[in-house]
């Protein structure tokens, strides 16, 4: 017979352990997570400048930076507050760690086609030292860029003076022995490789490879593939530009690479198509390995039926078992081992299938969301009009639908579930789809690697938001 105060023990530890298993679960997404307001990064007001929107959002691979593009070709490295991190429970905050100008406008003469400064894609490599390299691309001209601190100087050189200028060699009549002096932390930039002429049309992804030596860049009608070390020189590996340009009937949209399998990689169409390609079975993957496509209902089609079947990302799974793609209305989750049809599909904004007329007289119809999943693949996260972002819990099915909103902007606020409503009457919370702003759209946003720490891009301003544990 057990003593009573076995008893008490194991039911306190029976508790104990149901908490640990809620935070674990929360923390994986499993459960409901209840996001709340951690940071905004930008100026708040309504008057906003076509440089400071922002591009394109990365978190490189543990998490501790943070990096925006802009369309006045800055990139702003975010780095996540010590502090922050290591408190308990821990907090979702960064620090301006490093702005520098990766991308100015050009003209080329030849086409008199001016190409534009604005950042489209950034993407980290791996950490091997104590500098961090990030690749950030524009139209036309990929940049590999080495961040690297400095805390240190040297003083008492032989040559020259401590300005830089160099010494008149008669002048020296004894040798010194330089000595290395502490000094503020400097954050120094500087870009290590230009990789450029190698795209006819606008360069739209880029994504390095498992192997961290070997990059693709993508463009309307080809990917290359580069070396990273070599900038004058890449390998055409897709190419779907026909003789006759009249019959062009699709156009690239993304391209990745697969996470642990080096020869392997996806690139999306216009047409609503995914292919996968093995880099082992030829140089030129122009015949893919798999097609990934749903066949479309025809009670569905209409007018605008290619336009909204066109997939504006693509991004595999942390696992590589996974991928999501983007359409304009949903989010669809694809088995790599399945090509006939989605395993699961997720509406973004349903309510806009009867304001499709409305959203193509305003070019609406063709922007281009991005997706991105949690760090455990248990969750995805997509962007909407009227500074809405949509969270789908892969485990419990359910969805959420949260604001970027500026009257948020306090630490620890909870996030209320946005709701829309598609009839006459509304209920108090929601709000009529004829009042939705669509000059308010995310169409950019990131996932912390290992935590519910998300970053979404609203206009100018970078919003940060973290699980409520």
Same mark, same amino acid.
């Given at each position: 017979?057990?003593?009573?105060?076995?008893?008490?023990?194991?039911?306190?530890?029976?508790?104990?352990?149901?908490?640990?298993?809620?935070?674990? =679960?929360?923390?994986?997404?499993?459960?409901?997570?209840?996001? %709340?307001?951690?940071?905004?990064?930008?100026?708040? *007001?309504?008057?906003? +400048?076509?440089?400071?929107?922002?591009?394109?959002?990365?978190?490189?691979?543990?998490?501790?930076?943070?990096?925006?593009?802009?369309?006045?070709?800055?990139?702003?490295?975010?780095?996540?507050?010590?502090?922050?991190?290591?408190?308990?429970?821990?907090?979702?905050?960064?620090?301006?760690?490093? +702005?520098?100008?990766?991308?100015?406008?050009?003209?080329?003469?030849?086409?008199?086609? *001016?190409?534009?400064?604005?950042?489209?894609?950034?993407?980290?490599?791996?950490?091997?030292?104590?500098?961090?390299?990030?690749?950030?691309?524009?139209?036309?001209?990929?940049?590999?860029?080495?961040?690297? /601190?400095?805390?240190?100087?040297?003083?008492?050189?032989?040559?020259? /003076?401590?300005?830089? &200028?160099?010494?008149?060699?008669?002048?020296?009549?004894?040798?010194?022995?330089?000595?290395?002096?502490?000094?503020?932390?400097?954050?120094?930039?500087?870009?290590?490789?230009?990789?450029?002429?190698?795209?006819?049309?606008? #360069?739209?992804?880029?994504?390095?490879?498992?192997?961290? *030596?070997?990059?693709?860049?993508?463009?309307?009608?080809?990917? =290359?593939?580069?070396?990273?070390?070599?900038?004058?020189?890449?390998?055409?590996?897709?190419?779907? $530009?026909?003789?006759?340009?009249?019959?062009? +009937?699709?156009? #690239?949209?993304?391209? *990745?690479?697969?996470?642990?399998? %080096?020869?392997?990689?996806?690139?999306?169409?216009?047409?609503?198509?995914?292919?996968?390609?093995?880099?082992?079975?030829?140089?030129?993957?122009?015949?893919?390995?798999?097609?990934?496509?749903?066949?479309?209902?025809?009670?569905?089609?209409?007018?605008?039926?290619?336009?909204?079947?066109?997939?504006?990302?693509?991004?595999?799974?942390?696992?590589?078992?996974?991928?999501?793609?983007?359409?304009?209305?949903?989010?669809?989750?694809?088995?790599?081992?399945?090509?006939?049809?989605?395993?699961?599909?997720?509406?973004?904004?349903?309510?806009?299938?009867?304001?499709? %007329?409305?959203?193509?007289?305003?070019? %609406?119809?063709?922007?281009?969301?991005?997706?991105?999943?949690?760090?455990?693949?248990?969750?995805?996260?997509?962007? &909407?009009?009227? =500074?809405?972002?949509?969270?789908?819990?892969?485990?419990?099915?359910?969805?959420?639908?949260?604001?970027?909103?500026?009257?948020?902007?306090?630490?620890?606020?909870?996030? $209320?579930?946005?709701?829309?409503?598609?009839?006459?009457?509304?209920?108090?919370?929601?709000?009529?789809?004829?009042?939705?702003?669509?000059?308010?759209?995310?169409?950019?946003?990131?996932?912390?690697?290992?935590?519910?720490?998300?970053?979404?891009?609203? +206009?100018?301003?970078?919003?940060?938001?973290?699980?409520?544990?």
């Amino acid at each position: 017979m057990k003593s009573p105060s076995n008893i008490m023990r194991q039911s306190s530890l029976t508790k104990l352990g149901s908490m640990i298993n809620t935070a674990v =679960n929360k923390r994986a997404g499993n459960g409901d997570i209840q996001w %709340c307001f951690s940071q905004v990064k930008g100026t708040l *007001e309504d008057d906003v +400048t076509e440089a400071d929107i922002i591009s394109c959002v990365e978190f490189n691979h543990d998490g501790d930076l943070l990096a925006t593009g802009d369309k006045g070709g800055r990139v702003v490295i975010f780095q996540r507050d010590p502090i922050s991190k290591n408190s308990i429970p821990r907090r979702g905050e960064y620090n301006v760690y490093s +702005t520098f100008q990766s991308h100015e406008p050009e003209f080329d003469y030849l086409k008199s086609l *001016e190409i534009e400064e604005k950042i489209n894609k950034i993407r980290w490599l791996k950490r091997k030292n104590p500098a961090h390299f990030l690749l950030s691309t524009n139209d036309k001209t990929i940049k590999l860029w080495k961040v690297s /601190e400095r805390d240190k100087r040297v003083e008492g050189y032989n040559t020259k /003076e401590e300005n830089g &200028s160099i010494r008149d060699p008669a002048c020296i009549t004894s040798l010194r022995v330089p000595s290395i002096k502490p000094m503020e932390l400097m954050v120094e930039a500087s870009p290590r490789r230009i990789f450029a002429n190698a795209h006819t049309y606008h #360069i739209n992804s880029i994504s390095v490879n498992s192997d961290q *030596e070997t990059y693709l860049s993508a463009d309307d009608l080809r990917i =290359n593939l580069w070396h990273l070390e070599i900038t004058d020189q890449s390998f055409n590996i897709v190419d779907i $530009k026909p003789t006759n340009m009249e019959e062009l +009937t699709e156009v #690239i949209t993304a391209a *990745e690479f697969h996470p642990a399998e %080096c020869n392997v990689l996806v690139y999306s169409s216009s047409k609503g198509t995914i292919r996968l390609c093995d880099m082992r079975s030829a140089a030129l993957c122009d015949q893919h390995s798999k097609l990934f496509e749903e066949q479309e209902d025809p009670t569905n089609r209409s007018f605008f039926s290619e336009i909204i079947s066109s997939i504006s990302d693509v991004k595999l799974s942390h696992s590589g078992r996974y991928m999501i793609s983007r359409d304009y209305l949903s989010v669809k989750v694809w088995d790599l081992q399945m090509e006939t049809k989605p395993i699961e599909c997720y509406p973004v904004h349903e309510y806009l299938r009867s304001k499709l %007329c409305s959203l193509y007289e305003n070019d %609406c119809i063709f922007d281009k969301f991005e997706c991105c999943w949690s760090g455990n693949d248990s969750a995805i996260m997509t962007g &909407s009009y009227n =500074n809405f972002f949509r969270v789908f819990d892969r485990t419990t099915k359910r969805d959420l639908t949260l604001e970027a909103a500026r009257d948020i902007a306090k630490p620890k606020t909870l996030l $209320k579930p946005r709701k829309v409503s598609t009839g006459g009457k509304r209920k108090k919370d929601e709000i009529s789809v004829d009042c939705l702003d669509f000059n308010k759209k995310i169409l950019h946003t990131a996932w912390h690697p290992s935590e519910n720490v998300v970053a979404v891009a609203a +206009t100018n301003n970078l919003f940060l938001f973290q699980d409520k544990l």
